[in-house]
């Protein structure tokens, strides 16, 4: 670690304790209720680091969104504590077709939606062309190339794919899973986040801007006999050190995001526990190459130094000191990240797992050769969270070795998901939760066209490798080809990949049942208080 880079972290605005690096750390995903004696009753109150986006599983774009949306709307299938797809409003997992173009879903009977209506494939089609067809989708590329879905009854879904798409089912243990009430899109229609309603073991009740969301227990729910808890509040709590001084009080039982400042004193607590889970995600500086008009609209170019010239961008990437910063942004709590493949992932590799290395002296070369002045300054949107703030000073000191000044400019959590739709940023640091497939953590953010293609980058050599890769079904060949993907996106920059977090979330122990796996959500659904535990 470069003596600036600490002196900066150390001496900056934001304050960090500079640790020595752990070994990895143990998951501690929490368990379900099982046999463990519970009562039935209470109210549950969640500090949440940021303020979910609209509560549309459609357009939504944010980790928070999905705390909440784990409660009141179900998918198709979901993860279990492994990282395995299981059902849960489908009967079975899919049936795909010798060609691999039709998959056949069947679903659940005698469920219905917190509305009272009932859950068949006719709704599942109406959510799933929904996703597909909405003009402000954040779905559709997730979904891959659909010609058709079809409901021939009650209880079967049939999607018909131009070519074959293999990681669909895990998407639909995603937001495309989320199956939503059709008479309420009928009734409310793009107005359908301000009061979802789907099929959960709660039910939306009210949102108070910028303050909280609650959830009631839902009486009409199909398993409504293993739901315990009375209501559950999400309250926005950005800063961590108000959510570390409410859990001491009391006054909330459930935080997410537990600052790596707080997170080892907090642990030699009594009465809170914490849980810690590994990302399939990361958290990256993606450069705007060219979103002129807005995501999913015509791209065009941006005549800056860092947009239009790849040794510009490699540069920047040659001068982020990622284990570094990490180490002492994040007391070491969090890991490196040098791809959208986790190391965990079915299909990580050598080649994934490659890291562009430290370099500065380098990267002042490559400005030099791209005939960039030095120092070259760039423009950094960042969410106004201390740990994000603390990361971007260290940021800055890392890249000012290699000729870098970069600006930074704190803007709210939801407020920033906008900038980067919009494309009214040069770079923008952001994370991303991860998903089982691969797909969903490249195809997503740096196909052409892609609903979540931010940066409005194009690669055509790209695009050919990751559409391969969704089209096969087997693992080794699909490993060696996200592998190829990774060089391609290493030798363009258009997202720089900085470190993975670990998710951490302090529970009260008067609760069981919480739990948090590897996609990040925090699951309250079947949480109830300890047959001796004091409600909060």
Not at 47 to 57: C, F, I, M, T
Not at 198 to 218: A, Y
Not at 245 to 252: E, T, V, Y
Request: proline content about 6%; aromatic content about 6%.
């Amino acid at each position: 670690m470069s003596a600036l880079l600490a002196a900066t972290v150390l001496s900056g605005c934001v304050p960090v304790q500079a640790v020595t690096a752990p070994a990895r750390r143990a998951e501690a995903y929490g368990t379900p209720v099982g046999d463990q004696p519970v009562r039935s009753g209470g109210r549950v109150t969640m500090g949440l680091s940021s303020e979910p986006d609209r509560l549309d599983p459609t357009t939504s774009s944010s980790l928070y969104t999905r705390y909440v949306m784990s409660t009141i709307c179900e998918k198709l299938y979901d993860l279990d504590d492994e990282g395995q797809v299981v059902p849960q409003l489908a009967a079975a997992l899919p049936d795909i077709s010798a060609d691999g173009r039709t998959v056949t879903i069947p679903v659940r009977d005698g469920i219905t939606f917190a509305d009272g209506t009932p859950f068949d494939a006719a709704a599942v089609r109406t959510s799933l062309e929904r996703h597909l067809t909405l003009p402000t989708s954040q779905r559709s590329s997730e979904m891959g190339p659909v010609d058709s879905v079809r409901a021939p009854d009650a209880r079967t879904v049939v999607v018909r794919y131009k070519t074959p798409f293999a990681p669909l089912t895990a998407a639909l243990a995603d937001r495309a899973g989320m199956i939503m009430s059709p008479k309420a899109l009928a009734a409310t229609g793009d107005d359908f986040g301000d009061h979802p309603v789907c099929v959960g073991p709660f039910k939306f009740v009210e949102r108070v801007p910028q303050t909280s969301i609650t959830v009631t227990r839902d009486p009409l729910y199909y398993d409504a006999d293993d739901v315990r808890l009375d209501s559950i509040t999400y309250r926005i709590m950005p800063d961590a050190n108000i959510r570390a001084a409410n859990l001491r009080s009391g006054d909330i039982q459930v935080a997410d995001a537990i600052s790596p400042q707080d997170v080892d004193a907090l642990r030699k607590e009594s009465g809170l526990t914490l849980l810690q889970s590994g990302s399939l995600g990361y958290t990256g500086v993606t450069i705007n190459t060219g979103n002129v008009n807005g995501v999913g609209e015509p791209t065009g170019r941006i005549d800056t130094p860092i947009a239009s010239d790849r040794r510009v961008r490699e540069a920047f990437a040659a001068s982020v000191d990622r284990g570094a910063l990490a180490d002492t942004a994040f007391n070491s709590w969090y890991e490196t990240a040098c791809s959208p493949i986790a190391p965990q992932s079915t299909y990580a590799s050598d080649a994934s797992g490659a890291c562009s290395p430290y370099d500065p002296a380098r990267s002042r070369r490559l400005l030099a050769e791209a005939g960039v002045d030095t120092p070259y300054r760039v423009t950094i949107q960042v969410s106004n969270s201390q740990d994000q703030l603390r990361y971007a000073q260290a940021l800055r000191a890392s890249i000012a070795e290699g000729g870098f000044d970069l600006r930074i400019v704190p803007v709210e959590y939801s407020t920033l998901l906008d900038v980067q739709k919009r494309g009214t940023f040069e770079l923008v640091l952001l994370g991303w939760s991860g998903r089982i497939d691969p797909d969903a953590n490249t195809s997503r953010f740096l196909a052409t066209g892609s609903s979540a293609n931010y940066g409005g980058f194009s690669s055509q050599q790209l695009d050919d490798l990751l559409a391969r890769a969704s089209r096969s079904t087997d693992t080794a060949e699909r490993t060696a080809l996200y592998g190829e993907a990774v060089e391609v996106i290493q030798r363009e920059n258009p997202l720089v990949y900085t470190y993975r977090q670990r998710y951490l979330t302090a529970v009260s122990t008067s609760l069981a049942g919480v739990q948090v796996y590897s996609d990040g959500v925090v699951r309250l659904g079947r949480a109830a208080y300890r047959a001796a535990g004091k409600e909060g």
